[in-house]
C-alpha cells in the first residue's frame, strides 16, 4: 500500500498521529507538504508596483521562498519523527490543491485533516482546498478531525417545511 499523508500548519500532528495509527507496517508512507506561491507573487507584484521595473537589490532581505521552503522542510522532519517509522517526505510548491491531486495520483490512500470549521458537523468542516482535494482525489480518502469530533447536537435542525 502507498499511502500519501497531507500535512499543513495547524493539523500536521493529528494527521500524523492518525496515519501511524490506521496505515499498515508495511505501507510505504510519503510526507506531504505543500507550499503556496501565492504570498511571493502577491509581494513580487507589489514591489514591482511600489518601485517600478527597475528594483534596487534587497540588502539582506531573505526572500520569501527561502523562508518558506526552510519551514516546510523542518515541518516535513517533525512530521517524520513523530510518525515513528520510514517515510519518504516531499516538499512541493504551487497552487496546493493541484499539487496534492498530482502527488495522489500514484498513491493508494491520501490521509489528510479537515481544515474548516471544527465546532461543528457538516460541509464548513471543509475549507476550500480540502474540500477540493477531497472531491478530486485519484484514490480511497480518510479524512480525519484534527481534534474530537463535535457531537451531533452541532448539526442544524432541518427546516419546518422539510418533510
Request: glycine residues 6%; aromatic residues 4%; contains cysteine.
Amino acid at each position: 500500500m502507498r499511502a500519501l499523508v497531507w500535512i499543513i500548519e495547524d493539523t500536521w500532528q493529528a494527521t500524523v498521529a492518525e496515519a501511524a495509527a490506521f496505515l499498515p507496517g508495511e505501507a510505504e508512507i510519503t510526507l506531504l507538504h505543500v507550499a503556496s506561491t501565492e504570498p511571493e507573487t502577491v509581494a513580487r507584484a507589489a514591489r514591482r508596483s511600489l518601485l517600478g521595473r527597475h528594483q534596487p537589490p534587497a540588502a539582506g532581505a531573505e526572500p520569501l521562498r527561502t523562508i518558506s521552503e526552510h519551514a516546510a522542510n523542518e515541518l516535513l522532519a517533525d512530521a517524520g519523527g513523530r510518525l515513528g517509522r520510514p517515510a519518504t517526505l516531499l516538499a512541493r510548491r504551487g497552487r496546493v490543491e493541484r499539487e496534492v491531486i498530482a502527488a495522489a495520483a500514484s498513491m493508494d490512500i491520501l490521509v489528510l485533516a479537515r481544515d474548516g470549521d471544527r465546532e461543528r458537523l457538516g460541509p464548513r468542516s471543509l475549507g476550500p482546498t480540502a474540500r477540493f482535494v477531497v472531491d478530486h482525489a485519484p484514490c480511497l480518502v480518510l479524512l480525519i478531525w484534527p481534534d474530537v469530533a463535535p457531537g451531533l447536537t452541532t448539526i442544524p435542525p432541518p427546516p419546518r417545511d422539510a418533510p
